[in-house]
């Protein structure tokens, strides 16, 4: 006895949705494949810095044997060394982590950790960055979704910026009357050109660049960076909204339920 044709729709329709799902999983897999690759690339790129400086005061410190030039040499050896340090950790935390289940995520630190990755990026371009981060921000979600959202955004407000500008960071909590911090505000906005009117709205679309193509660092152009922040917000039931001025800049608005324990806390 055959089936009937609804029957076979539905079952068309479910195999389809489930291909669907796990492609986006795929994706989702490969994306996190390629901030790893990403975030141990820029890592290699701080080390070397780091190394190079203790390599030449190193040197310093053998060829003068005066007490204030070997105490120098020593101070710029061991301030290299801290800053080596904690580009390691923080690759090793990620390398720990590739798991994208949710917990707590400190958001506050997360943006700083990031900002260690970042920094040689920015000098090179001589932007100042500006962060205002609350000491406690905590939001429920998936530290590396969050931190591959984070490395987006900052990526793309260095390429509106171009160079000699700067960029604001700010991490806060939002009140909802008596019941406390309900939410988790981040704000990433820059001194860039700014986003036209008529564009505004179709900068998460994917595969919408306003850019030819990727620039010298090989990062952006495609138009899977904005829409890939777009799913991170929205797998973590959170909303954006984005306010540009042409020739002054563009910031991200983004607002995160807070964490169990934050709400508690507060």
Not at 67 to 81: G, H, M, N, V
Not at 174 to 187: A, F, P, S, Y
Request: proline letters at 3%; a neutral charge; one cysteine or more.
């Amino acid at each position: 006895m055959s089936q009937p044709a609804s029957s076979n729709t539905t079952a068309t329709a479910d195999s389809q949705a489930n291909e669907v799902a796990m492609l986006r999983d795929q994706v989702k897999r490969l994306q996190g494949m390629a901030t790893l690759g990403e975030l141990t690339g820029t890592a290699t790129h701080e080390f070397n810095n780091v190394l190079m400086t203790v390599i030449n005061y190193a040197k310093l410190g053998l060829r003068n044997e005066d007490k204030a030039s070997r105490d120098k040499a020593l101070t710029k050896i061991l301030e290299a060394s801290e800053r080596a340090a904690q580009i390691t950790n923080t690759i090793l935390a990620q390398a720990r982590n590739r798991s994208d289940a949710m917990g707590p995520v400190d958001l506050s630190g997360l943006v700083r950790e990031t900002l260690v990755l970042m920094q040689r990026e920015m000098q090179k371009y001589r932007i100042s960055v500006e962060t205002d981060l609350v000491d406690t921000a905590t939001v429920h979600g998936s530290g590396n979704q969050i931190q591959r959202l984070l490395l987006n955004l900052l990526t793309n407000s260095r390429q509106a910026i171009g160079e000699c500008g700067t960029l604001w960071i700010r991490v806060t909590g939002v009140e909802t009357g008596e019941e406390g911090i309900q939410q988790i505000e981040l704000t990433v906005r820059d001194s860039g050109k700014g986003i036209p009117e008529d564009v505004l709205p179709k900068i998460f679309d994917p595969y919408f660049s306003t850019k030819s193509g990727p620039d010298e660092t090989g990062k952006g152009g495609t138009g899977l960076g904005l829409a890939a922040c777009k799913d991170i917000i929205d797998e973590h039931n959170g909303r954006v909204r984005v306010e540009s001025s042409v020739g002054r800049g563009t910031a991200f608005i983004i607002r995160f339920p807070a964490s169990a324990s934050q709400r508690a806390a507060a």
